[in-house]
Structure formats: C-alpha cells, structure tokens
C-alpha cells in the first residue's frame, strides 16, 4: 500500500481512523479485512498480523492501527 503521509494531525485516534480507513480502500471489500480483524482476535501476534497484511500490500502505520484497534493488549 503506497500511498502519500497524511497522517499529520497531533490526534493519534484521527490517524488511526484514517489509516484503517484506507485500509479498507486498498482492499475493496470488508471481507479480507475482517478476515484480518478475526485473525487478531483469535490470538495472532502483532508479527503475524504485519506478515498476513504484508501479503495484501499493506505494511506499517496502518498495520500498528490495526492492531491498537482490534488487539486485546495493552
């Protein structure tokens, strides 16, 4: 997922909400995101979750917003 930083407000939830956003764009449809949302809440590690969307094209920032949103740690 090649796409421009935009990520520039001071409101860490914002960015999140915008990288999860284009997420879903990049992916075009809920269910290979949601496939991803069930992997991490079945137990998958945050190595796993960067691996398994590493495949689809998306790595990084939206990837660690993915996981703050969807994991159960702290």
């Known amino acids: 997922m090649k796409t421009e930083i935009h990520y ?5 939830a ?3 909400r915008k990288a999860l956003i284009d997420m ?6 809920f269910k290979q995101f949601k496939l991803l ?3 991490i809440k079945s137990g998958w590690s945050f190595k796993q979750l960067a691996f398994y969307a590493g495949f689809s094209g ?10 703050r949103r969807y994991s159960n740690e702290v």
């Open 8 to 12: 520039k407000d001071k409101c860490g």
């Open 14 to 16: 914002c960015n999140d």
């Open 24 to 29: 879903l764009h990049w992916y075009g449809r």
């Open 37 to 39: 949302v069930k992997g």
């Open 58 to 67: 998306v790595e990084g920032y939206p990837v660690h917003a993915m996981w």
